[in-house]
DNA sequence: TTGGGTGTCTGAATCGATCTAGTAATAGAC
DNA sequence: GTCTATTACTAGATCGATTCAGACACCCAA
């Protein structure tokens, strides 16, 4: 049996403690240059690599390693553009400091919550989930620093978000000013249930997804406060946030009678799919119908036509949640910052309501 | 002082032994139903999260956690159609299984191999790394499971590689059958240090990226053996793989005399570039210059023109590494699989050379 | 009555490191 | 020649679980 090498193993080959060994990897200071290079070559010919990580995490309480959480599994959050910009940004941060990133999603199962609960990690980083999902909940009882990204809001933990209302009220907004009346909604998930189609008043009010709840009811108030009757505006919800089922949203939409003159999507995958839709349908964008977008995520201003959008600093609110991650590492307190400003990019895809 | 709660806290404070608390969690058929609710109610109250990952993990020996090193840092994955589409493979793969994924990237310094020596993982993907990088070799080091995806090969280590060779050869011999001779090639690195220009024969040979290697070396193979003298061939190495680093290398090609008829990118990345490049310098494609790809990347088949390229199963490969993945870590042994075939799809950007 | 089987629960060893407090030896100051 | 600093190293407790070999009680069959 070919025993497995630990810092005891080699201790005892060197006849010094292992105490000296573990000095040798983690604090040179500590013992003669000469000492460590023997211990280090000795290491290297007996294939030790080093002191190993698990024992190491248990001792001193440190993985190297923050746990993010995202929305619908990870596949979704590779290929929703802006989900990369924030990680790309979280990463680019996180890494100057040396630390990994450990990926899980949260799918509104319990054995998400079991991953969360074996997860060894120093921080949590959760990025738009549901209020009442289970493995934030998880996450939350481990008692680690935690940082969220948009949603949901937790009491104690700071929030990197932006003006949600400002935004969906400088949209909403632009459209009431180009004259529009009839203007439809295509809402991103409320709920993680996988339901497609048109919302009613409670379902929006219950929306588990807060931000989306935000949103529609800061379009609501906007175009209330313009007389614009909110029964009678639909908003369509679509089951996944990303173009095909934006388009499959926007038809239903386009579809009704009278058809809206203008379509807010609350996010840049949606009004893509609105792009494509109004597209296959022979509608034209803006003669016909304008269509407004949410987040100015990368492509959106060269796509036919280009679309008016609300922007956020994507890449950026990344790496203000890997700042505040890494303050709370170092044991300073956080407290949420502002939430960011939106500012509306007007584009192509938005004109007058044809007469 | 708050104590921390344990198991140990847990089981005085309930008059069990440790060992039942941990069955209560971890084999639910050990003790009766009963007490089972007792000690999870009793728990939840005292704040306890479930038993430590730390400890668990050094105990157990597994972490639930799989170990991905990429190249040229996170930024760069996240922003690479072909990286993340793999990525995304790889994820629905291990999802399932309940590893999350640890990333971590390799840049060729040797604080990445201190990160990687101290990752807590029970598995290691890499994927399109140089042959000398040395976050691999501390990887290799830790004696784990382990997967390659395309590049280094490693004795010994399962790679999920496809018929690099026989691409290259397909996007040349398209070229000289539709009458080509001054043809060009944009190189992604061939070694990762920032260089951006012509490569002459002895960088060519000693190229750490295995890949651009192969790829190059078929290309000449079949140049010369419809007899174009490689000497004379421009080949341009990208110190990046994107479209803007592409379109800078194919500014230097198109703007030599004679100009190409032709360009092969080894990456759909920098084809695009080479795209853009030739249409804000008023060459036409395919009239005045062709240009070929590499990976069928999402969204080539819709550029200006779209894109002749060699297509290869990106998302797939990546669920391939991760079920040898799964396979090893039950213990099972894995031997590489052969290379998964590709195929050249000729669209609308290469033609005949103008006469 | 005995023996075996089953269902519950416990004791103690173990995983592999980190870290504090402390020893021993040498150097330098006065 | 004594006293303090500094350097180089060690002993042993500790982190928080998992796990295996029993212990104990109880029931049923022979």
């Given at each position: 049996?070919?025993?497995r090498?630990?810092?005891?193993?080699?201790?005892?080959?060197?006849?010094?403690?292992?105490?000296?060994?573990?000095?040798?990897?983690?604090?040179?200071?500590?013992?003669?240059?000469?000492?460590?290079?023997?211990?280090?070559?000795?290491?290297?010919?007996?294939?030790?690599?080093?002191?190993?990580?698990?024992?190491?995490?248990?001792?001193?309480?440190?993985t190297?390693?923050?746990?993010?959480?995202?929305?619908?599994?990870?596949?979704?959050?590779?290929?929703?553009?802006?989900?990369?910009?924030?990680?790309?940004?979280?990463?680019s941060?996180l890494?100057?400091?040396?630390?990994?990133?450990?990926?899980?999603a949260?799918?509104?199962?319990?054995?998400?919550a079991?991953?969360?609960?074996?997860?060894?990690?120093?921080?949590?980083?959760?990025?738009?989930?549901?209020?009442?999902?289970?493995?934030?909940?998880?996450?939350?009882?481990?008692?680690r620093?935690?940082?969220?990204?948009?949603?949901?809001?937790?009491?104690?933990?700071?929030?990197?978000?932006?003006?949600?209302?400002?935004?969906?009220?400088?949209?909403?907004?632009?459209?009431?000013?180009?004259?529009?009346?009839?203007?439809?909604?295509?809402?991103?998930?409320?709920?993680?249930?996988?339901?497609?189609?048109?919302?009613?008043?409670?379902?929006?009010?219950?929306?588990?997804?807060?931000?989306?709840?935000?949103r529609?009811?800061?379009v609501?108030?906007?175009?209330?406060?313009?007389?614009?009757?909110?029964g009678?505006?639909?908003?369509?919800?679509?089951?996944?946030?990303?173009?095909?089922?934006?388009?499959?949203?926007?038809?239903?939409?386009?579809?009704r009678?009278?058809?809206?003159?203008?379509?807010?999507?609350?996010?840049?995958?949606?009004?893509?799919g609105?792009?494509?839709?109004?597209?296959?349908m022979?509608?034209?964008?803006?003669?016909?119908?304008?269509?407004?977008?949410?987040?100015?995520?990368?492509?959106?201003?060269?796509?036919l036509?280009?679309l008016?959008?609300?922007?956020?600093?994507?890449?950026e609110?990344?790496?203000?949640?890997?700042?505040?991650v890494?303050?709370l590492?170092?044991?300073?307190?956080?407290?949420?910052?502002?939430r960011l400003?939106?500012?509306?990019?007007?584009?192509?895809?938005?004109?007058?309501?044809p007469?």
């Amino acid at each position: 049996m070919s025993e497995r090498v630990t810092l005891l193993t080699l201790a005892r080959d060197l006849g010094v403690s292992r105490a000296t060994v573990s000095n040798a990897y983690n604090r040179p200071d500590q013992l003669s240059a000469d000492l460590r290079d023997r211990i280090l070559a000795r290491a290297d010919q007996l294939g030790f690599a080093g002191p190993d990580p698990r024992a190491r995490g248990l001792r001193s309480g440190r993985t190297g390693a923050v746990g993010v959480l995202i929305d619908q599994g990870l596949s979704y959050a590779f290929s929703d553009p802006t989900a990369v910009l924030y990680l790309d940004g979280l990463a680019s941060e996180l890494q100057s400091d040396g630390l990994g990133l450990l990926l899980h999603a949260g799918t509104g199962s319990k054995t998400d919550a079991e991953l969360v609960r074996a997860a060894a990690v120093d921080a949590w980083v959760i990025r738009s989930l549901p209020d009442d999902e289970p493995a934030v909940a998880a996450a939350l009882a481990q008692q680690r620093p935690m940082v969220v990204l948009d949603q949901p809001e937790l009491p104690g933990v700071p929030l990197v978000g932006i003006d949600d209302a400002d935004g969906a009220v400088a949209a909403t907004q632009l459209l009431l000013d180009l004259g529009h009346r009839d203007i439809a909604v295509l809402a991103m998930p409320l709920r993680p249930d996988g339901f497609q189609g048109l919302v009613d008043a409670v379902r929006e009010r219950y929306a588990t997804y807060s931000v989306m709840r935000t949103r529609l009811c800061a379009v609501e108030q906007t175009l209330s406060a313009a007389g614009v009757d909110w029964g009678a505006v639909p908003v369509v919800e679509c089951a996944v946030n990303d173009m095909d089922t934006g388009a499959l949203g926007a038809y239903e939409l386009l579809d009704r009678t009278p058809a809206p003159t203008a379509i807010i999507a609350l996010s840049d995958q949606l009004a893509l799919g609105a792009l494509r839709a109004a597209h296959e349908m022979g509608v034209c964008v803006p003669g016909a119908c304008s269509v407004v977008g949410f987040d100015d995520a990368p492509g959106v201003s060269t796509a036919l036509p280009p679309l008016t959008t609300v922007a956020q600093p994507l890449r950026e609110r990344g790496q203000v949640a890997g700042e505040i991650v890494r303050a709370l590492l170092r044991g300073e307190s956080v407290a949420t910052p502002p939430r960011l400003p939106v500012s509306l990019v007007v584009r192509d895809s938005t004109g007058p309501p044809p007469r």
